[in-house]
Nanobody, 124 residues
Framework: VQLQASGGGLAQAGGSLRLSCAAS????????IGWFRQAPGKEREFVAR????????YYADSVKGRFTISRDNAKNTVYLQMNSLKPEDTAVYYC??????????????????WGQGTQVTVSS
């Protein structure tokens, strides 16, 4: 089972990027999908999550109003649209799949499968 995160790159502050999370050997519509990020020297932190149906979304306070998580189950892909980027958004971004519907959505231990990460760098 592999999750593939892509779409990272270099952006200027105030700019936008869209990340994608695709899966092989895994039907993403059976899973809630989360995005996390990890900056150098820091712990991996929760960014956003979307339920299997797409009907429920959750965001970290630091990205609320700027990032939007969505999914296209027909394409077996989840997206993270990142607008109004800030230098503090610089990190490696990971997507992860969770087969449960428990409350610990921000806990990395909740997630069963992880992608390899994609680098996002925001310049000031």
């Amino acid at each position: 089972v592999q999750l593939q995160a892509s779409g990272g790159g270099l952006a200027q502050a105030g700019g936008s990027l869209r990340l994608s999370c695709a899966a092989s050997q895994l039907h993403l519509d059976d899973y809630a999908i989360g995005w996390f990020r990890q900056a150098p020297g820091k712990e991996r932190e929760f960014v956003a999550r979307i339920s299997w149906s797409g009907g429920l979304t959750y965001y970290a306070d630091s990205v609320k109003g700027r990032f939007t998580i969505s999914r296209d189950n027909a394409k077996n892909t989840v997206y993270l649209q990142m607008n109004s980027l800030k230098p503090e958004d610089t990190a490696v971004y990971y997507c992860a799949a969770d087969r449960t519907t428990g409350p610990r959505i921000a806990d990395i231990r909740t997630y069963d499968y992880w992608g390899q990460g994609t680098q996002v760098t925001v310049s000031s």
